[in-house]
């Protein structure tokens, strides 16, 4: 009897576990919740107020060309919102809602957050909600790209452009601001945006593999990209390998020195607003002592050989600013007393621009005897 009560538990407890792994992903959410905001590929933001902004959440970067008109859309969506203005009244409750606008008939979701209503003010010696966290209206459609894949079929090869479907998250104090918002503030975004990012929608064919971008773009100061600064669009791509020569200026054990830096760069992205740099460097240094006998200037050449690993802001500015970095070189051919023996140079965080590093740096032989601050500054051209 015990055996058959166990056999039933276990076949009970299997068809429990084959039951999960067999959930298929919620329809309601695949239908309202794609792309999800902030969470797809490219995001870019405008701020039409201190109260309202616009994120646009899109698959492919080339969408931005082939976009329908969002101005139409937000309009069919105030209309379709009229009926429950009596339902998103200006009250404390926190709503999102979901419009989706595709070639098929309009859908809308409504979620309360409640809990996130708890908050209050004192107006007039009364107690009043007050609403900290704004209300989020999305309009989700459907836009073809430039990317395309290739098929073969019978013979006959064909590439079909790949579409996805995109989102304009509306983040404002009440679902009824919507329609508060200027005729035509939608194509202006997008005009501001697309020369932007024009010479990436080129590029975006079958054979791109899908970046990241991400900007922001202050509407009340006539579309001016607020973040990143200095470049025309921010996105993450894949590593590039150059080559670059520098020359660079120090100050070593009480000598300053000049030299020629040579360095093969690996250089790939790390998140949105960093990136990153190794490099295999090697460095020609000069000093020029004056020899106490014959009183004549004597040109003497030391070589390092080392490895620099390096993270800053993209892109650089004109201003310096303090980047991550760590960089260990080797002296691999000695030709002054300035150095002794298997001496080590480790290079500290520096100051950057576009134009100009200092590096500040110890220099130690053997087990860091001999220990001595450097400094040196390397110019880009």
Do not use: W
Not at 52 to 70: C, G, H, K, M, Y
Not at 215 to 235: D, H
Not at 325 to 350: A, C, I, M, Q
Request: with cysteine; aromatic share 10%; net charge positive.
């Amino acid at each position: 009897m015990k055996k058959m009560i166990l056999f039933f538990l276990l076949l009970a407890g299997t068809g429990n576990v084959l039951h999960a792994q067999l959930d298929l992903p919620d329809p309601t959410d695949i239908t309202f919740n794609t792309p999800k905001t902030s969470r797809s590929n490219i995001t870019f933001t405008f701020f039409l107020s201190s109260h309202t902004r616009i994120l646009l959440d899109l698959a492919f970067i080339s969408q931005v060309e082939r976009l329908p008109d969002l101005d139409s859309m937000l309009q069919v969506a105030v209309k379709m919102l009229e009926p429950l203005q009596d339902s998103l009244r200006s009250d404390g409750v926190v709503r999102r809602v979901d419009v989706v606008l595709r070639n098929e008939l309009p859908k809308i979701r409504i979620i309360t957050h409640p809990e996130l209503s708890n908050t209050y003010t004192i107006k007039d010696n009364e107690l009043m909600e007050l609403k900290v966290n704004q209300d989020t209206v999305r309009l989700i459609g459907y836009a073809q790209s430039m990317l395309q894949y290739g098929r073969k079929e019978d013979g006959v090869f064909t590439r079909t452009p790949l579409g996805a479907a995109f989102a304009v998250s509306i983040i404002t104090d009440n679902v009824g601001d919507i329609a508060k918002i200027e005729p035509g503030q939608l194509k202006k975004c997008l005009d501001v945006l697309r020369p932007k990012v024009q010479k990436y929608t080129k590029g975006n064919s079958y054979n791109v593999n899908a970046l990241n971008y991400r900007a922001s773009f202050n509407m009340n100061m006539g579309g001016q990209m607020v973040s990143p600064t200095n470049m025309s669009v921010l996105y993450s791509g894949e590593p590039q390998t150059t080559i670059s020569v520098a020359p660079t200026f120090g100050f070593a054990r009480g000598s300053f020195t000049t030299g020629l830096q040579a360095s093969f760069n690996y250089n790939f992205s790390r998140g949105y607003y960093n990136r990153t740099s190794l490099r295999l460097v090697t460095e020609a240094e000069f000093n020029f002592p004056r020899d106490p006998v014959t009183n004549k200037v004597k040109v003497e050449v030391n070589r390092f050989i080392g490895l620099h690993l390096r993270q800053y802001n993209k892109p650089l500015s004109d201003k310096l600013e303090l980047a991550a970095n760590l960089s260990l070189s080797y002296l691999l051919t000695k030709n002054s007393s300035l150095y002794e023996k298997n001496t080590f140079r480790l290079g500290l965080p520096v100051l950057a621009s576009k134009r100009i590093s200092i590096e500040p740096a110890l220099l130690f032989n053997d087990f860091f005897k001999n220990t001595s601050l450097s400094l040196r500054i390397l110019f880009n051209f």
